[in-house]
């Protein structure tokens, strides 16, 4: 086998359209050609498409997506610290190479996408080859399952962890199932903010699919980009990667969740549906409303999920405050290279130091669980 570089996932389209597939509606061919073609991701914005493929008798057998970064932005894992440690010893961190789905923390089942089994280990070796021989600053493999992070591990790709909230469907029979299995003041909450809303005659619709229209779409970027505003951030995404999700092909995975005060439209949120788990994604509002927030990300993306007998829900990355809405905390994996005999032992103490907490605060973090002990 031999590594090539590619700069655009459409150099290997029927490769992928066939194998660059996972769990979630993210790792698919048509979702990075999206990217693609609203100018998401490329020199610009700092995601330059380089994908690595593996050739064998000139065929692509296997297929690592890969992008390299002249910044730091979209990616969820945050690498400041690797950033500054390269700065201190005077040498570059930028460019990177980064394996992830640019602007989504969802975690992805593979590292490596092949039509037949590879040799994990093999792979890995010529991967690292490739990238000393390039002068890569560093590899980071972001949201892998925990599998692959302890494979990558045993290449001195050191293990990084870090914590979402997710909610497990626990065979709820509806909404209000769900809330008796939580703790009387915890329940009480979630009424009484509901309640709100309801005696403020906000009232919620959903659409999915073909529902969904472009006027839709343009309504929820323009509260995407509200959101974005309001933390003092940048807009990873375009209003062309919006409406283009319309006509990709996932966009019967797409759920559309809109609040309305008669016929206003105060805000909304959309999520996307995978194998048997709902992705909590964007969301943004025009008017600020007390707990709209937690109806639109939360409660009514749990009733959709309990409806339609989904097991999960991911709700994006950070925020202990969904704890109390019902959101558990799991651990992630991320994994990282470093090209660097310098650093190699300081940052991998350092990360073994730093899992530890992190371990340790999501332990502490279960005492906060909001569900009673008879369900939990």
Not at 67 to 95: L, R
Not at 146 to 168: A, C, M, P, T, V
Not at 360 to 368: E, I, N
Request: hydrophobic share 35%; with cysteine; aromatic share 16%.
């Amino acid at each position: 086998m031999n590594i090539e570089l590619i700069s655009s996932i459409k150099d290997a389209e029927e490769f992928c359209i066939q194998n660059f597939v996972d769990t979630s509606p993210f790792i698919r061919y048509y979702f990075f050609k999206l990217l693609e073609e609203s100018n998401c991701t490329n020199k610009s914005t700092g995601w330059t498409p380089q994908h690595i493929v593996l050739k064998k008798n000139n065929s692509i057998v296997a297929f690592i997506p890969n992008f390299k970064k002249t910044n730091s932005y979209g990616e969820y894992i945050f690498d400041h610290v690797f950033e500054n440690a390269y700065y201190q010893i005077g040498c570059e961190y930028f460019p990177k190479y980064l394996s992830g789905t640019p602007f989504t923390p969802v975690t992805r089942l593979k590292f490596i996408y092949s039509k037949n089994l590879v040799n994990f280990d093999e792979v890995i070796n010529l991967l690292v080859d490739f990238l000393k021989k390039k002068n890569i600053s560093s590899f980071h493999a972001n949201f892998i399952d925990s599998e692959d992070s302890q494979k990558l591990e045993k290449h001195n790709f050191f293990k990084r962890l870090g914590i979402q909230y997710h909610w497990i469907n626990k065979s709820y029979s509806d909404f209000s199932d769900f809330l008796s299995s939580m703790k009387s003041r915890k329940k009480k909450a979630i009424i009484k903010e509901r309640t709100f809303l309801k005696e403020q005659g906000i009232t919620f619709s959903i659409k999915k699919g073909n529902m969904i229209t472009y006027e839709d779409l343009n309504i929820l970027y323009k509260c995407y980009v509200n959101t974005i505003d309001k933390k003092w951030s940048r807009p990873y995404l375009n209003s062309e990667f919006f409406q283009g999700l319309i006509n990709s092909q996932i966009s019967n995975k797409m759920i559309l969740i809109c609040a309305y005060k008669q016929k206003k439209v105060l805000g909304c949120s959309v999520h996307f549906i995978g194998n048997n788990t709902l992705f909590g994604r964007y969301w943004g509002c025009f008017e600020e409303v007390p707990y709209l927030h937690f109806e639109l990300c939360y409660y009514q993306a749990i009733e959709y999920a309990i409806k339609n007998k989904i097991s999960r829900i991911e709700a994006g990355a950070q925020g202990e405050h969904k704890i109390s809405r019902g959101y558990i905390p799991r651990l992630i994996y991320s994994n990282h290279w470093f090209n660097s005999k310098i650093l190699n032992k300081p940052i991998k103490d350092f990360l073994i130091k730093e899992n530890e907490k992190v371990i340790d605060t999501s332990q502490y973090l279960m005492k906060y669980s909001p569900f009673s002990e008879k369900r939990s």
